[in-house]
């Protein structure tokens, strides 16, 4: 392609995209419709407490309040364990919504009542921290605080107490983790749609180069793609990961609005942008995707999109290396 | 990937007016006092410093984002902002005139926010909507798009840290009642639908009594 024939097609993709305005909004519900998929028959609801019930309860020990209320601190602004644990832009609530508590917005309180159990991600049963662990493994592109210290203990009380009062191993959670859109990726689903679908209602915040947007220092808009944001290994790079999170809380405050295949559109787009490596790569990232098909069979990750493998790079972002020590396997005999 | 860079060159060419730089205040000045030829001049109800007026619902200019201050005045022309007064005494001023306009306030300096006249219960209360939110009902945090103690972010998401309560009860209940249409992907406009009359009047008094930095 010449240059010019690059420029015009450029603007040509952005006409399109300003014009795909107009057609999304006519399609969309009104902004302020909280449009949530329902629970099937059966399956398990628990409210979550609230920080006020976190101040209120009789029932907790002052220290223990302590505890939980600095994990909640930790999981709204995670990047106070920026450089040590964390090595990205993110926080827990930028994928956890609503403080961890809500349904359809990955809630947190799930971890507590269902783990230890068997996780195909690594192949063997994790504890409750083991799965924070993953969190700052990939989503945070970092490495987690160590097993039982101060840090980990504080989350991990958080996580339980949002499991107050519900009711232990029933895995049948309505709104539980991203997945409502189920596995399969429609064939309808392309890039050059998700990328209309991006600019027009998401760029806004996240940026036309997806890098979000800080003030004073300080993270406003998480960034979806590049250096600051989750490596390949989070399961948001997922596209039905991503294509269900986005339809029930993007924009912010109003669930619903994009339609199944704009989520699916979208998601696919920006998981096609390159970004951390995934800390489980071999140095090829074709044969990381191979050795662990069972998470990358839903990314796009070690193939090829805009004539580049994604992921075939050595870049780990901010932090200093690859691997973090806790990602090892268990097994018991 | 190889297009990216090109439609984001032209995209932000769009967005940003190339014109910015061109931007004269001190010419934002002098129209501020003259006004645009057929009515009163801005600095009958915005005050002399910018500084608004409480009691008349008029807002804080000073030391707004520019670009916000721009596409505001360009929403009162396109009628994507209704209100009569603005409408009036801004049609005339051509788009230089704009932009030398959002020159001249956003580079006033902030005035300290007047002691709060509200019930510490009402502060209280929007306080909790203001910097928690109320998920359950899908209100958001302000903060989380007005960006840290709600300074502003940028020319989408301006600081309403300091505006005066009335002002931001007047707008809140413009885009209930489809009167301001301006904000992007309408993400104001939903979230200022789910609120009630309490809560509006709570959210405008504690962002009032916080101060613009």
Known sequence: MTTLSKITFGMAALFT??????????????????????PKPGQYEHKAPTLADIQNDKDLHPELRKVILKGRDLFMNTQQLRGEYVFNDMNCKSCHMGEGRMAWSGPIWPAATTLPDFRGKNGHVN???????GCFSFS??????????????????????????????????????????GKDIPEATTYANGEKVYQANCAICHGSDGAGKKFA??????????????????????????????????????????????????????????????????????????????FHNATVYGTEVNGKILGQHDNTGEKPFLKPEALKPRTFK | MKLKPIVMIVASSLLIPSVFAASDAQRGQQLAMQGDGSGAPCLACHGAN?????????????????????????????????????????????????????????????????????????????????????????????????????????????????????????????????????????????????LSDEQIKAVAAYLASQPAQ
């Open chain 1, 140 to 181: 945070m592109n970092g490495t987690p605080p160590a097993y039982g210290s101060d840090t980990m203990l504080a989350l991990s009380a958080y996580h339980q107490y949002m499991a107050k009062g519900a009711k232990m191993y029933d895995k049948n959670i309505a709104g539980r983790g991203f997945g409502h859109l």
């Open chain 1, 17 to 38: 995209a300003s014009f795909s305005v107009a057609v999304i909004g006519a399609q969309s519900k009104a902004p302020e419709e909280i449009k949530l998929p329902t």
């Open chain 2, 50 to 194: 910018g500084e608004g007026n409480a009691a008349g619902a008029f807002p804080m200019l000073a030391g707004l984002d520019e670009g916000y201050l721009f596409r505001t005045m360009k929403a009162y022309q396109d009628g994507t902002r209704v209100n009569p007064v603005m409408s009036m005494n801004i049609d005339n001023f051509k788009e230089q005139d704009l932009l030398d306009l959002a020159a001249y306030f956003s580079q006033l300096s902030v005035p300290k926010p007047s002691a709060p006249s509200a019930t510490t219960e009402l502060l209280e209360a929007g306080e909790k909507l203001a910097t928690l939110g109320n998920w359950d009902a899908y209100i958001p945090p302000c903060s989380s798009c007005h960006g840290p103690n709600n300074q502003g972010v940028d020319e989408n998401f301006p600081r309403i840290a300091g505006q005066h309560a009335s002002y931001i009860e007047q707008q809140l209940k413009a885009w209930q009642q489809g009167q301001r249409t301006s904000d992007p992907v309408q993400l104001m406009e939903a979230i200022a639908k789910r």
């Open chain 1, 217 to 294: 220092g300080e993270i406003v808009y998480p960034p979806l793609w590049g250096d600051g944001s989750y490596n390949w290994g989070a399961g948001m790079t997922r596209i039905f990961t991503a294509a269900s999170f986005i339809q029930n809380n993007m924009p912010l405050g109003q669930p619903g609005r994009l339609t199944d295949q704009e989520a699916w559109d979208v998601a696919l787009f920006i998981n096609s942008q390159e970004r951390p490596q995934d800390p489980r790569y071999t140095g090829d990232a074709k044969e990381t995707r191979e050795k662990f098909m069972n």
């Open chain 1, 127 to 133: 504890s409750l921290e083991e799965r924070i662990a």
